[in-house]
């Protein structure tokens, strides 16, 4: 069954760093987003991304967050000068976007673990 | 989006039904259930998504009202590794964002 990956799957950096969190997502969906989980807390949604544009943001996803999709396969994550409050578990996702109604599934990764020291 | 209530936290014991309600009273008439599933430490996953009456598949199935103002989560027979959290999410999907409550956790033991 195909599967996103994520990787790395821990990352540990110094705050005031910037860190890329790579994603493949599943090769034939269109859509792809960020989730991010902190210890004890609700998954929460940073951004979708469609065709090459961002296409729906959170209050989060501020401007030290960026997406990318360098490629036909990976999709990014950049947050570009670590807060120790970015601590936390960050989940992309795809889905094949062939549906409105019902809402696409969403097929998550294992996630990535940031410690910001 | 409609706002679920769904239990904090039940218990069960391995090989019994556990069924988890949620409770959605503003649900919109293009709004469908889904629930998701998520272990520690991994991402959400899918289980099941319905719009009314029951759906079922080869992991749960989904009993839905005719007001919609609630949903069950049926899970039979569970096994310790169906400790989790359960997550019930309403929506028509005009945006793609999932919007994750707290959740259920399902402890089971044996």
Redesign the interface.
């Given at each position: 069954e195909p599967e996103?990956t994520q990787t790395p799957s821990h990352q540990v950096t110094q705050m005031g760093q910037e860190v890329i969190l790579r994603c493949v997502p599943i090769s034939n969906h269109l859509?792809f987003?960020w989730?991010r989980q902190i210890l004890g807390q609700?998954?929460?949604?940073l951004v979708?991304f469609?065709n090459n544009e961002i296409?729906?943001k959170?209050e989060i996803f501020d401007d030290q967050f960026s997406v990318e999709r360098p490629d036909g396969s990976n999709f990014t994550l950049k947050i570009r000068s670590t807060k120790l409050e970015d601590s936390a578990?960050y989940?992309c996702?795809s889905?094949d976007?062939k549906?409105?109604?019902?809402?696409?599934?969403?097929?998550?990764?294992?996630?990535t673990?940031l410690t910001v020291l | 989006l409609a706002k679920t209530t769904q239990p904090v936290s039940m218990d069960s014991y391995e090989g019994q039904e556990v069924n988890i309600t949620c409770s959605h009273n503003n649900i919109a008439t293009?709004d469908?259930i889904?629930w998701y599933q998520?272990f520690p430490?991994?991402?959400?996953?899918?289980i099941i998504?319905g719009?009314k009456t029951k759906v079922t598949n080869e992991v749960a199935s989904l009993f839905i009202p005719a007001d919609r103002k609630s949903s069950t989560l049926s899970l039979p027979r569970v096994s310790l590794s169906d400790t989790a959290v359960y997550?019930c999410l309403v929506?028509?999907?005009?945006?793609?964002?999932?919007?994750?409550?707290?959740?259920t956790l399902l402890a089971v033991q044996p």
């Amino acid at each position: 069954e195909p599967e996103v990956t994520q990787t790395p799957s821990h990352q540990v950096t110094q705050m005031g760093q910037e860190v890329i969190l790579r994603c493949v997502p599943i090769s034939n969906h269109l859509y792809f987003y960020w989730y991010r989980q902190i210890l004890g807390q609700k998954v929460e949604f940073l951004v979708s991304f469609y065709n090459n544009e961002i296409s729906e943001k959170s209050e989060i996803f501020d401007d030290q967050f960026s997406v990318e999709r360098p490629d036909g396969s990976n999709f990014t994550l950049k947050i570009r000068s670590t807060k120790l409050e970015d601590s936390a578990m960050y989940f992309c996702a795809s889905s094949d976007g062939k549906t409105t109604a019902p809402p696409d599934t969403q097929y998550f990764g294992p996630g990535t673990r940031l410690t910001v020291l | 989006l409609a706002k679920t209530t769904q239990p904090v936290s039940m218990d069960s014991y391995e090989g019994q039904e556990v069924n988890i309600t949620c409770s959605h009273n503003n649900i919109a008439t293009n709004d469908y259930i889904t629930w998701y599933q998520q272990f520690p430490s991994q991402g959400p996953r899918f289980i099941i998504q319905g719009y009314k009456t029951k759906v079922t598949n080869e992991v749960a199935s989904l009993f839905i009202p005719a007001d919609r103002k609630s949903s069950t989560l049926s899970l039979p027979r569970v096994s310790l590794s169906d400790t989790a959290v359960y997550y019930c999410l309403v929506d028509g999907g005009a945006t793609n964002k999932l919007i994750f409550g707290t959740g259920t956790l399902l402890a089971v033991q044996p």
